[in-house]
Antibody, heavy 122, light 107 residues
């Protein structure tokens, strides 16, 4: 059974940094692209970033490009999101999600973790 | 970016009712349209992908249809456990975008 477990969410001041992790199990991690999707309180989900199965291709939403970095470690079956220069509008639940193939381009999300909460506030 | 618009934003229906939710894309997306169910405090769950394919384990009372710009999610016979918010999402192009959601309540 596919299982995704996020961690690393916290309260951080504007301008601060945070690294999120997502531990994956139940599937061959390196064979699938992975994504981060966030959801602000009371809003719909928003795609943030994706990375191909090989890790060689990364994709970002315009709102986070240049501030966030997605990466993966296949030796640990773990996905990461390094978030720098955080803003109040980055406050959201951040979900790790699995893509149905290895590419990381437009696709659906076939499995989601339970999320980790990031709050940006002074 | 492709904008996704859902209607209605909320609805209330009785157990056993047929419920239909619509989603409209701001440009043609062929059949690259997916549907998710989200219950309070939980992550979204994939129900339907590429407009009409039922995700494994999802009850057959859920179905999807449409192509181009207009899509529908139908719940054939509403059950109490279907109380949730439903989101559409386009997978035609990046960035992948979601609708604003439709909240389904049980009368």
């Amino acid at each position: 059974e596919v299982h995704l477990l996020e961690s690393g969410g916290d309260l951080v001041q504007p301008g601060g940094s945070l690294r999120l992790s997502c531990a994956a199990s139940g599937f061959t991690f390196s064979s699938y692209a992975m994504s981060w999707v966030r959801q602000a309180p009371g809003k719909g989900p928003e795609w943030v970033s994706s990375i191909s199965g090989s890790g060689g291709n990364t994709y970002y939403a315009g709102s986070v490009r240049g501030r966030f970095t997605i990466s993966r470690d296949s030796s640990k079956d773990t996905l990461y999101l390094q978030m720098n220069s955080l803003r109040a509008e980055d406050t959201a639940m951040y979900y790790c999600a699995k893509d149905p193939d290895s590419l990381g381009t437009a696709n659906h999300f076939d499995c989601w973790g339970q999320g980790t909460l990031v709050t940006v506030s002074s | 970016d492709i904008q996704m618009t859902q209607s209605p934003s909320s609805l209330s229906a009785s157990v056993g009712d047929r419920v239909t939710i619509t989603c409209r894309a701001s440009q043609i997306i062929n059949t690259y349209l997916n549907w998710y169910q989200q219950k309070p405090g939980k992550a979204p769950k994939l129900l339907i992908y590429v407009a009409s394919s039922l995700q494994s384990g999802v009850p057959s009372r859920f179905s999807g249809s449409g192509s181009g710009t207009d899509f529908t999610l139908t719940i054939r016979s509403l059950q109490p456990e279907d109380s949730a918010t439903y989101y559409c999402q386009q997978s035609y192009s990046s960035p992948r975008t979601f609708g604003q959601g439709t909240k389904v309540e049980i009368k």
